[in-house]
């Protein structure tokens, strides 16, 4: 199955920080691809911003490079980039300064769609918003797009909501968390919401727990330093793991408009009970064969912060009281992969003989490395040997499915899409993030008070012992790491 492109209509988007990784990495070569399937119209204009200097031809030698290194092979494309090269232009500007913003103004039409992505550190979205409004350079319809991280507590959060707020509508304001732009995560709403096979199964009657893994096998690399102030619970669970949480066991919108979703995320969020400190595991990777621990690489011998972290989550509500929500995230572990498990109850009554290992009915929606779904089932085996089971799964791998194994889309493409089409759907809203981190904070307070050491783990397992055992001791196992 092909899949059907729509233009998108003719915008100009303004990269804050374009000369960053971020920008180079992930932005440009997004928008690239975009250009590349007919998406992004040649009409669009893409004004790269940020401090250094460069010429209008040295910054496109410098997005040419970056499109080289970091979009896919397909895309390289000599003509196709010489015309999205033709549609960027740079504009020297400092943040925090006056130089530069009559040139951005100057840079940009008035009867096209205008945004502004904020590549940039979430302490310059203040002072950028109030230069974009003294400068009259944002309209009432303007979009502005900012990146994770959204605040290190609940604190900081509000703040910087209110620094976005001072000059933008929440209706204009796009908060990234690009788990939300994977194709699977979207297809998890239209599994649940557009079959009428799940609903009814949908609830602790039937749903033993869930599972949440989003697993990686490396280390915090060069990121040590930053990780090291933020640990597994801010940078992964409060965001993307929450955001999984939400999409799993919100009730059906009644609309799929955003704020009917984002409602209904919200009422999950303050649906979760509070954590006990003995549902949570936290660890830290050690060293093996020299390549250091997590310490070593966070640069503090000392460190408390966790890079793995296992928790038992509940949701008080009639739709899940009973079925507990297990969330497991780490670096260094067995493999990198993410998945939501969902794991279905026993039949009341089993009639045939016991099979050993069983371990039942299971939607599997998988993120990561492969997007796809498997649903694991229960057979007869095959051949005359009496009625033994066997367990099955039917496996949906999208790339198969759907024959999309020429240009896999990266959740930034899709998201920087939407942010043009004005759809905030897979956008998280202020209050949202507000309250994820009223749920995180009183749990990180509470590892901090205590000053708990994370307990250590060999890299390439699937983390410490008790995180096993926080299943284990409930009857339950979590599925193999990679
Ligand atoms: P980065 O490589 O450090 O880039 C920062 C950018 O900001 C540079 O282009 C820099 O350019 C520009 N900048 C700094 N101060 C400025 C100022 N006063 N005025 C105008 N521009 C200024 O950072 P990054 O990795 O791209 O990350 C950008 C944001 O995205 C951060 O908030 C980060 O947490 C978030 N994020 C990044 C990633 C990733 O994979 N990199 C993933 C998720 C979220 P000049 O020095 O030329 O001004």
Request: glycine share 8%.
């Amino acid at each position: 199955m092909v899949s059907r492109v729509i233009p998108v209509d003719p915008f100009d988007l303004v990269i804050f920080g374009a000369t960053g990784d971020l920008a180079r990495r992930k932005i440009l070569p997004g928008l690239f691809h975009r250009f590349m399937v007919g998406q992004v119209p040649g009409t669009a204009r893409i004004i790269g911003a940020a401090r250094s200097e460069y010429d209008q031809q040295a910054f496109r030698d410098m997005v040419r490079d970056n499109l080289t290194e970091f979009a896919t092979k397909a895309a390289k494309q000599t003509e196709l980039v010489e015309q999205f090269l033709d549609m960027i232009v740079y504009v020297r500007v400092d943040a925090t300064g006056n130089d530069g913003w009559s040139d951005l103004a100057a840079a940009l039409r008035s009867d096209v769609v205008r945004a502004f992505y904020l590549s940039v550190t979430p302490s310059l979205f203040g002072a950028i918003g109030a230069k974009l409004h003294a400068n009259d350079i944002a309209t009432p319809d303007s979009r502005i797009v900012v990146e994770k991280p959204f605040g290190h507590d609940l604190e900081t959060a509000r703040a910087l909501n209110a620094d976005l707020r001072r000059n933008f509508e929440e209706n204009q304001i796009y908060r990234i968390d690009h788990y939300l732009g994977k194709e699977t995560v979207q297809n998890l709403m239209a599994l649940r919401f557009a079959n009428s096979l799940w609903e009814p199964l949908w609830n602790s009657t039937h749903i033993d727990h869930v599972q949440i893994t989003v697993a990686e096998s490396l280390g915090v690399e060069g990121r040590g330093e930053y990780y090291d102030r933020s640990g597994a619970m801010r940078d992964m669970v409060q965001n993307h793991l929450m955001q999984l949480l939400c999409l799993t066991a919100m009730e059906p919108p009644s609309k799929f408009e955003p704020n009917s979703v984002r409602d209904e995320k919200v009422k999950v969020i303050e649906a979760l009970e509070p954590v006990d400190l003995a549902d949570i595991v936290r660890g830290q990777y050690r060293d093996r064969d020299g390549d250091g621990s997590y310490r070593d690489h966070a640069g503090n011998p000392n460190s408390r912060t966790e890079s793995f972290v296992a928790m038992k989550v509940k949701i008080g509500n009639w739709r899940w009281a009973g079925t507990p929500f297990y969330l497991r995230t780490g670096k260094k572990l067995r493999g990198r992969s993410s998945e939501i498990a969902v794991v279905f109850r026993d039949p009341p009554h089993m009639i045939f003989p016991k099979m050993e290992g069983r371990r039942g009915n299971a939607l599997i929606i998988h993120l990561q490395p492969d997007e796809g779904i498997t649903l694991r089932n229960t057979i007869k085996e095959p051949g005359p040997g009496g009625m033994r089971l066997a367990e099955v799964t039917l496996d949906m791998t999208f790339a198969d499915a759907l024959d999309q194994h020429a240009e896999p889309q990266d959740a930034y493409e899709r998201l920087i899409m939407d942010v043009i089409r004005g759809d905030q759907t897979l956008f998280m809203r202020g209050d949202e993030v507000e309250a994820a981190w009223a749920w995180a904070d009183p749990i990180i307070t509470g590892w901090e008070d205590a000053r708990l050491t994370p307990a250590g783990y060999d890299p390439g397992g699937s983390g410490p012992e008790d995180a096993l055992m926080l299943l284990h001791r409930e009857g339950r196992r979590w599925r193999e790491i990679g």
